[in-house]
């Protein structure tokens, strides 16, 4: 996390809702941020840090020019698990991921997948994952402005 000191660590660990090592983690490692964090976590982390998100979990580039809703990407996952497999534990047998508490829960997929999950479900039903990314976290290389009340004071 460029341009993060040691200094803000516990700061990030509360508003994360994850210990300081974990954030030594986020900082030591490339990849940590997008296998461990929530997309949620991931947007929070930027707003704290003033990192962009794209910078934070390495997309290239920011917008789609066709988002996709957390309801819809769900809904293309059930159809392609109905079309292609024999049911939710074989596909997340091939895929390498567990879906099903997401796809129980549509409105708390940002709080439950992380990036490389997000991305892998994805491209394995055949859509662009930054399409499915929150709205608000599409320009993937400016840091997210978050309403005021968004993080915990």
Known sequence: MPGVTAEVFPEIAECLGITVPHVWDLASHDDEVASTLSIRQVQKLSLVTGVGIGDLIGLESGDSPFPIEAGEFCAAIRSHISEAYSGIPAFEEAIGWKVE????????????????????????VGIDPVAVLPRE?????????????YLPR
């Not at 709080?111 to 991305?119: E, G, K, S």
């Not at 976290?137 to 009340?149: L, V, Y």
């Open 101 to 124: 508490e997401f796809l129980q829960d549509t409105d708390r997929l940002y709080d439950i997948v992380n990036w490389d999950c997000l991305r892998d479900v994805a491209f394995s």
């Open 137 to 149: 976290t599409q320009q993937a290389n400016k840091p997210w402005d978050a309403p005021d009340d």
